[in-house]
């Protein structure tokens, strides 16, 4: 006999999950660009804009005065 139970488990609490939530202000030309780049790649906005902001502080070089 098999267990049919249905297993609910509790939701992590915002912010527990790795993620932060804010917000930014961008120009609207921009917001275009991504939201084509998102419907080309079917990835969301949020999603594109977490990569683009690591590959950018990975390649970011502070110059020292």
Do not use: W
Request: glycine share 6%; charged share 30%.
């Amino acid at each position: 006999m098999s267990n049919d139970n249905l297993v609910i488990k509790p939701k992590k609490a915002k912010g527990e999950d790795g993620y932060k939530v804010f917000s930014i202000r961008i120009k609207e030309e921009l917001v275009t660009q991504i939201d084509n780049m998102s419907a080309k790649t079917g990835h969301s906005r949020n999603e594109l804009i977490g990569t683009f902001l690591a590959y950018a502080l990975e390649k970011c070089i502070v110059e020292e005065k």
